[in-house]
């Protein structure tokens, strides 16, 4: 089996955030999703695991961190170019997400913009033009 990522979100509206995945490109794994879960497959390699506040809570014993006033973690998504990181971004926020919360950046060989999913977590879409490093 191949190294991957499953990264697991506490989210407080199933079925929105599991929609607001599908708009951003993922995939729903019925396999590993039901009442609790929404299992958002990104690539090959990395998956999204979308769980219930209260369910996510049986997997820890710290409290929840609420993404909307603390930053617990950022995802950087690589893109292609330049207008599949502008398309995913457009994707989220018309999917309610809320997007451009930091300044886009555009370094010439770097370019990159912010989102959040509707439960805060942010993603930053980043295109890089290796050989003009």
Request: aromatic share 12%; charged share 25%; net charge negative.
């Amino acid at each position: 089996m191949s190294k991957m990522i499953f990264i697991n979100l506490p989210v407080k509206d199933l079925a929105a955030s599991t929609r607001f995945y599908e708009a951003i490109g993922c995939t729903k794994n019925e396999q590993f999703s039901d009442q609790n879960a929404s299992s958002m497959v990104w690539s090959d390699a990395i998956v999204f695991q979308l769980l219930a506040r209260e369910y996510y809570a049986t997997f820890t014993k710290k409290p929840i961190a609420d993404a909307h006033a603390a930053s617990p973690a950022l995802f950087a998504l690589s893109r292609d170019s330049r207008e599949e990181v502008d398309a995913i971004v457009e994707a989220a926020k018309s999917a309610g997400g809320k997007i451009d919360v930091r300044e886009p950046q555009d370094l010439g060989f770097m370019y990159l913009r912010t989102f959040e999913d509707p439960d805060g977590n942010t993603f930053e879409p980043a295109w890089m033009n290796l050989e003009a490093m």
